[in-house]
């Protein structure tokens, strides 16, 4: 069974660009959540997505905007790179009823140089 | 608005002593806790979780923690530490009172080393 797959791994954007980011959610699940996690700080809240619509959102600017696609999986999309997006972009899935069933994904590096 | 505040942000041990990894939590109804874990390069992996059933509650790999609702505190404790224990701990609040996909809540962090 697989859980949450992110791609890619790792990304080197430079200042000004934009950066797409893409997950699938573990089988089964639903909901999808986007958190990023600066060096050495707790992961923070995007968005969440469910039935294609976003349900939630977080402290984030409109620069950050997301997409969920019929079959559940997800892109989070940014715009205007700037130094300080640099940071470790988590996915996390789950299902809308059921339960507690968070699976979070390994993430995606961004580097914005 | 809920929040937890993680007491510790470096924690070092020797391999085979007791963990205490310290968790305080602010919450205007009864909360719904986890601990996490994440190794270096690594995803987060759900330890265990507090939903208002047992107060004492054990996790994966000999973790386990307690809810102190008069102490507004969810300590995370193992008897003995491995090696493999060394990784970065993450106390967190699920927010919203009935939500089961309520946004995540985490705190800074605190990181465990474990000396040979």
């Known amino acids: 069974d697989a859980g949450v797959t992110q791609s890619p791994t790792h990304l080197i954007k430079t200042r000004g660009q934009q950066v797409t980011l893409r997950c699938s959610p573990k089988?089964?699940?639903?909901?999808v959540s986007w958190y990023q996690q600066a060096l050495g700080q707790g992961p923070q809240f995007i968005f969440q997505?469910?039935?294609?619509?976003?349900?939630q959102r977080g402290n984030f600017p409109d620069r950050f905007s997301g997409h969920q696609f019929p079959n559940y999986s997800s892109e989070l999309n940014v715009n205007a790179l700037l130094l300080g997006d640099s940071a470790l972009y988590l996915c996390?899935?789950?299902?809308?009823?059921?339960?507690?069933?968070?699976?979070f994904g390994s993430g995606t590096r961004l580097t914005v140089v | 608005a809920q929040s937890v505040t993680q007491l510790d942000s470096h924690v070092s041990v020797s391999e085979g002593t007791p963990v205490l990894l310290r968790c305080n939590y602010s919450?205007?109804?009864?909360?719904?806790l986890f601990w996490y874990v994440q190794h270096p390069n690594k995803g987060l992996q759900l330890l265990l979780k507090?939903?208002?059933?047992?107060?004492l509650v054990k996790g994966i790999n000999g973790f386990e923690a307690e809810f102190k609702k008069s102490e507004t505190s969810f300590h995370l404790t193992k008897p003995s530490a491995h090696m493999s224990d060394a990784a970065e701990y993450f106390c967190v609040v699920r927010a919203g009172r009935s939500s089961n996909t309520g946004k995540l809540i985490f705190g800074q962090g605190t990181t465990l080393q474990v000396k040979p």
């Open positions: 997505y469910y039935e294609e619509e976003e349900r």
């Open positions: 996390a899935s789950s299902p809308d009823r059921g339960g507690y069933g968070y699976t």
């Open positions: 507090y939903t208002s059933a047992a107060t």
């Open positions: 089988s089964g699940h639903d909901t």
């Open positions: 919450s205007s109804y009864s909360p719904s």
